[in-house]
Each structure stands twice: as structure tokens, then as C-alpha cells.
Nanobody, 119 residues
Framework: QVQLVESGGGLVQPGGSLRLSCAVS????????MGWYRQSPGQQRELVAS???????NYADSVKGRFTIARDNAKNTMYLQMSGLTPEDTAVYYC?????????????WGQGTQVTVSS
């Protein structure tokens, strides 16, 4: 069983920066990928950034150049560094982890953390 706990959300002014953290606990047999998703009212949940078990990163076009995803294996923590924030970045941000055992694949989610970009 894997648990993800997010932190770092809050209120920030346009153009500001914020760093989200996702603390991972539990046993992971084989890590496939981790990522950050976000969902705003009236919108579907979308993938913002991802990082594979091998360290390959990918970003949504809307955040490319502004957001950076990183993982610190020693601290069992994943980060989303956000800069140049705009009101369109306002959403609940979710941490996601995909992992596998010899029998099945699993998909774990954090509880979400609110990011509000407003003046």
C-alpha cells in the first residue's frame, strides 16, 4: 500500500512562484511513473507533468518552461516547482504514482492541494 501526502499549496499573486511537495510512504515494488495532475472547477483533470522511473520528464504545453518536476529518492518526495503563475493555473493539484507488482499495476493518488493564483 502506497500513500501520497501533498503540501505546499496556497494563495499566490500572478507572476509568483510556489513549490508543491508529495511525500511517498509505503512499499513500491517497481515504480513506473509519478506525476502531477490538476483540476479546476468545470474542467477535467489534466496531466501537468510526469517523471518516469528512469527519470524522463514530460510537461503539458501550458506549463512548459514555467514548471519543473523533480524527485528526491532519498527523501521519498516528489516536487513541482511552479513559477510565472497565472490565474489559469488555479486548480487543485494532485500527486499520482503508478507502480507495479508481479501480479498487477497500481495507481495511487494524493488528497490534492489547492493552488489559487489571484491578486
Amino acid at each position: 500500500q502506497v500513500q501520497l501526502v501533498e503540501s505546499g499549496g496556497g494563495l499566490v499573486q500572478p507572476g509568483g512562484s510556489l513549490r508543491l511537495s508529495c511525500a511517498v510512504s509505503g512499499s513500491i515494488f517497481s515504480l513506473d511513473a509519478m506525476g502531477w495532475y490538476r483540476q479546476s472547477p468545470g474542467q477535467q483533470r489534466e496531466l501537468v507533468a510526469s517523471i518516469t522511473g528512469g527519470g524522463t520528464t514530460n510537461y503539458a504545453d501550458s506549463v512548459k518552461g514555467r514548471f519543473t518536476i523533480a524527485r528526491d529518492n532519498a527523501k521519498n518526495t516528489m516536487y513541482l516547482q511552479m513559477s510565472g503563475l497565472t490565474p489559469e493555473d488555479t486548480a487543485v493539484y494532485y500527486c499520482n504514482l503508478k507502480h507495479s507488482s508481479r501480479w498487477a499495476q497500481y495507481n495511487a493518488w494524493g488528497q490534492g492541494t489547492q493552488v489559487t493564483v489571484s491578486s
